[in-house]
């Protein structure tokens, strides 16, 4: 091998500072990518986030239609003597009846005791909170009626979250009045023979977002439209 080409081996190759540089360009280019990496991961969870929220809310409007226009006009067993009155109670604060509709079987399974209940948000606020156990006849609606009261309803372990962080929830209860579809006026507590025409739910969040879909006032239309507790010729 000549000197030229012993010359030209030698300069072949990478220096110290070249191999520097590329290094220093490839972490800088592979941290670009994880940042922007991060960045998409973060805008899909929040849009997965507030997806879920929407799908929530959809999913409550969904359910207080179905069991609440799911009621049945059936009676339970309470006061002395077992006195027959209506299975539906509520105030301004919770709501009690018996539904063909169940949150967790859907129409096809057995009629549910349903109860709403607007309960303490332990994170603030108020929240929506639903229990829901099989109607087994008179009997099984008897223990709702304590000496010719209605007991409140509980939060249990059991009971469901509706929804949470609410700024205020009550219901309401239309009266009814033959041959009207629309009904009379609203109560705020409910204690007649009869069910009423509808059912109002009126939910705030505590903290509106635009971006969300916001708890709406909902209008329950009740379909039964018979005396629960009167007799009929067909009895």
Not at 91 to 102: L, N, Q, Y
Not at 110 to 115: F, G, N
Not at 195 to 214: F, K, T
């Amino acid at each position: 091998m000549s000197r030229k080409d012993r010359r030209r081996g030698r300069t072949r190759g990478f220096t110290l500072v070249e191999m520097m540089i590329a290094v220093t360009l490839v972490a800088a280019i592979i941290t670009g990518l994880l940042m922007a990496m991060r960045t998409s991961l973060t805008a899909y969870e929040k849009i997965n986030r507030r997806l879920e929220d929407n799908r929530r809310v959809m999913g409550l409007d969904q359910a207080l239609h179905r069991q609440f226009g799911g009621m049945m006009p059936v009676t339970g067993e309470c006061g002395v003597g077992g006195a027959k009155v209506p299975a539906f109670n509520g105030d301004a604060a919770s709501v009690r009846f018996v539904s063909s509709f169940s949150l967790t079987e859907g129409a096809r399974g057995y009629p549910q005791v349903v109860e709403y209940v607007a309960a303490p948000d332990p994170h603030g606020g108020v929240r929506l909170m639903m229990n829901e156990r099989v109607y087994s006849g008179p009997s099984s609606v008897a223990p709702l009626c304590v000496n010719g009261t209605v007991p409140p309803v509980q939060v249990t372990p059991q009971s469901v979250e509706m929804a949470g962080k609410l700024a205020y929830c009550r219901f309401g209860y239309r009266i009814p009045v033959p041959d009207s579809p629309l009904g009379g006026d609203w109560f705020t507590e409910w204690q007649r023979p009869d069910l009423p025409r509808a059912v109002r739910v009126e939910m705030m969040p505590e903290g509106p977002n635009p971006s969300q879909l916001p708890m709406l006032t909902l209008n329950v239309p009740v379909h039964v439209t018979r005396l629960v507790a009167g007799v009929y010729a067909d009895q």
